[in-house]
């Protein structure tokens, strides 16, 4: 593997591949689609969709099994062993086809936000030249599902994660927020007096869903349509926007 190429395909429509996605997936020799088990076969399925699009056979396909974190122990080492296996998955994938000396990883939203492709590609022995493909991130496709601006005017927002609004409580110096990788709906441990919310899940894709209004009214409903949601795919992607009133 000479070369490495990181390319955002979106949040589940496969019209969010740009074109430069579509000129790097045929110039690599070799595409590597990730499986991660049956509950969440809809990954995958979109994944071959794309290529099923934009190349003419999948004889450049490689699938894999994606290993599972294991959660036991310490979040920040748990990450880092996982992550190191990823690179090992990588690796062996790309091993099976020799002659490959370009690879590519379709990644979901963008290889930029909140995703570690870029730190597992770090790992990779030898290292590659890597080159990375921007796509529309989560953040991106919730504030055009709900039509609405990320920023109130001249004001800065937080990008963060569940476990650190629900371990750290509302960030200081902002009124907007944005929460991702949250399994546990974090916005609970907040006081809901004055916060609206702007929830979406599987967004961009068929079944998508979106909930928004005042945080103590909506909170409840999007929490109730999470667990259904997640009960009848066996898995959800989600995130959400809270916004302070002005005082």
Known sequence: MDELTLIGIGTGNPDHLTQQGIAAIRATDLILIPRKGDDKADLADLRREICARVLEDDSR????????????????????????????????????HPGARSVALLIWGDPSLYDSSLRIAGRLS?????TVVPGITALQALCAAHRIPLNEVGAPFLVTTGRRLREGGWPTGVDTVAVMLDGGCAFQTLDPAGLSIWWGAYLGMNNEITFSGPLADTGPRIIDAREQARAAHGWIMDIYLLRRAAT
């Open 126 to 130: 030898p290292a590659p030249d890597i």
């Open 61 to 96: 396909i490689v699938e894999f099994d994606l290993p599972v974190r294991d959660a036991s122990g310490d979040y920040l080492s748990g990450v880092s062993d996982w992550h190191d296996a990823i690179a090992t998955a990588w690796s062996d994938a790309a091993a099976t």
